[in-house]
Structure formats: structure tokens, C-alpha cells
């Protein structure tokens, strides 16, 4: 198999795009996928499969980031686990039975929808700072609590159990068919719903999201042996060999980066990113 320097402009690409997924938390595969369709050219279906890819390897070294300053709930993530599996293995091996412009115009929506509710969450939490008795209940009565490598505390509890489950077979299904979707439903539930702290948040999606990504690249990998084109997976290497390291390296930069930032400040970026880039896709769209 012949390598190329083709796309060695993907290289620092993926490195920033990885940095900004690892410190928010969102689908690297949010951005990648509409690079690889808008400028390389790539079909929808192989676009997809190719950022679940990527996006694998990034999330892979965040998380390992993540864990060794002992961020991850791994009881809520397993919880999701369950139900965001086997409906991203199912999303993958039907992804080219469904229209991929209904599913993006559904996708956009949502993300508009969730970057205005983070929005506004932020700005009810904001309020509420004021109000001594919401402040003290959220310190005296909470299920979770975990301490992380420089000591901070983070108390919560893990509200709506059962939405959460929904969100995660949804966001699941849609990693398998668009490549993108489960992180952005995580930080939704986890962050403007029940105010988990956002490095905990933000830690435990990557963490769900590294696994259930990888259930949904089988299912793409099995369609690219079988029904791809010739010279289509020879493409897809010559990609990766420069998007997997940039990933790498901010999948690394993402975590400390993340620990030195004002969770006020993450939140506000988190939903100006979700707004935009519905934005985007919607005019991509077009």
C-alpha cells in the first residue's frame, strides 16, 4: 500500500480539534466529519467511519488523561454503557439505510436546542449562588463524591437516572449513523440537567464515549471491507496516519488544559460551540 504526505495538513487539525473535545468534552467526530466531507471530498458514509476512528484514538489518550487525575465516575459511565453499546453497534450497520440530511438537520437542531439550554442553565446557577439554602442543600444532600489527584472535592448527585439512559441508547444510535451525538446528549444531561461539575462531567463522557465509539467503528469497519470501493480504504490510511498522532498529542493537552480553566468559563464556551456548530451543519445543509 502506497503512503502519501497528502494530507499532512491534517496533523496540527487534529490536534487543535482534539484539544478543544478533550477540554469541552464534545464528539471530536463533531468537527471532523464535516472537514472530511466539505474538504477532502469524502462520501458521508466514509467521512463518518473515518472520524469514529479518529475520534477513538483521541478520547482513548483523554481519557487515560482523565483518569489519572482520578476525574471519572466509572459507576455512572458503566450505567450508560449498557444502553449506549449495542444501539451504536445497531446505528452503524443501518447508517446507510437512512437519510443522512434528515439525520443532520435533527442533529443540528438538537445541538442549538442544547447549547441555549446549557446557556441558561449557567445562568440560573448564577442566581442561585445567591440563595444560601439552594447552596447549602447541594453541599449536605448529595449521592456521588469524588476527590481528584490535586485534592478538589466534587459532590453531586446523578439526577433523572432515566433520561439519562434514553440520551444514552439515543446518542449512542446516533455515533453509529452520523458520528456524532452522545457526548453532546452527556453534556446536556449531566451539566444543565442535574449540574455535575463540569470536570467530572466532562471526564466520565469521554469515558463512555471512547467505548461506545468503539462498538460503533466495528460496525464501519465491517461495511469498509465489504462494501467499500478499491481504493477507498487506502484513502482512509493515508488520513489517519496524520489525524490518530494529532489526536493523540490533544488528547493529552485537553485534560490539564481542562483542570486549570473556570468550569463558569467552560460552560459558556461548551454552549456557544454547541450553537455554532448546529449553525454549520444546518448551512451545510443547504
Not at 57 to 77: C, N, P, R, T, V
Not at 156 to 167: A, D, H, N, W
Request: hydrophobic fraction near 55%; include cysteine; charged fraction near 15%.
Amino acid at each position: 500500500m502506497e503512503l502519501t504526505f497528502q494530507y499532512w495538513f491534517l496533523f496540527p487539525v487534529a490536534m487543535v480539534v482534539a484539544t478543544i473535545a478533550m477540554t469541552s468534552g464534545i464528539g471530536g467526530a463533531v468537527f471532523f466529519s464535516p472537514i472530511f466531507i466539505l474538504f477532502l471530498g469524502l462520501e458521508p458514509a466514509v467521512a463518518i467511519g473515518t472520524a469514529l476512528i479518529t475520534e477513538f484514538f483521541g478520547f482513548s489518550s483523554g481519557m487515560y488523561g482523565y483518569a489519572k487525575a482520578k476525574l471519572i465516575d466509572f459507576k455512572l459511565g458503566i450505567n450508560l454503557l449498557i444502553f449506549s453499546i449495542p444501539a451504536a453497534f445497531l446505528g452503524s450497520l443501518y447508517a446507510d439505510r437512512l437519510p443522512p440530511i434528515v439525520l443532520k438537520a435533527i442533529f443540528a437542531a438538537g445541538l442549538i436546542f442544547i447549547g441555549s439550554q446549557l446557556f441558561l442553565s449557567w445562568r440560573k446557577e448564577e442566581k442561585e449562588k445567591a440563595d444560601k439554602d439552594i447552596v447549602e442543600d447541594s453541599i449536605v444532600n448529595y449521592e456521588s463524591h469524588i476527590i481528584d489527584k490535586t485534592g478538589r472535592e466534587f459532590k453531586y448527585t446523578v439526577c433523572k437516572k432515566s433520561l439519562g439512559r434514553v440520551f444514552a441508547a439515543v446518542g449512542g444510535a446516533f455515533v453509529g449513523m452520523i458520528s456524532v451525538g452522545l457526548a453532546e446528549l452527556q453534556e446536556y444531561h449531566l451539566i444543565a440537567k442535574c449540574r455535575i461539575p463540569s470536570p467530572v462531567a466532562v471526564a466520565t463522557s469521554i469515558f463512555v464515549v471512547v467505548v461506545t465509539v468503539l462498538a460503533a467503528s466495528t460496525g464501519h469497519f465491517y461495511n469498509f471491507f465489504v462494501h467499500s470501493e478499491p481504493g477507498i480504504f487506502k484513502q482512509i490510511i493515508n488520513i489517519i496516519i496524520f489525524t490518530i498522532p494529532g489526536v493523540i498529542i490533544g488528547g493529552q493537552i485537553g485534560p490539564h488544559l481542562q483542570m486549570r480553566l473556570n468550569p463558569d468559563l467552560v460552560k459558556i464556551f461548551i454552549s456557544f460551540l454547541f450553537l455554532l456548530i448546529g449553525i454549520i451543519l444546518i448551512v451545510t445543509l443547504v
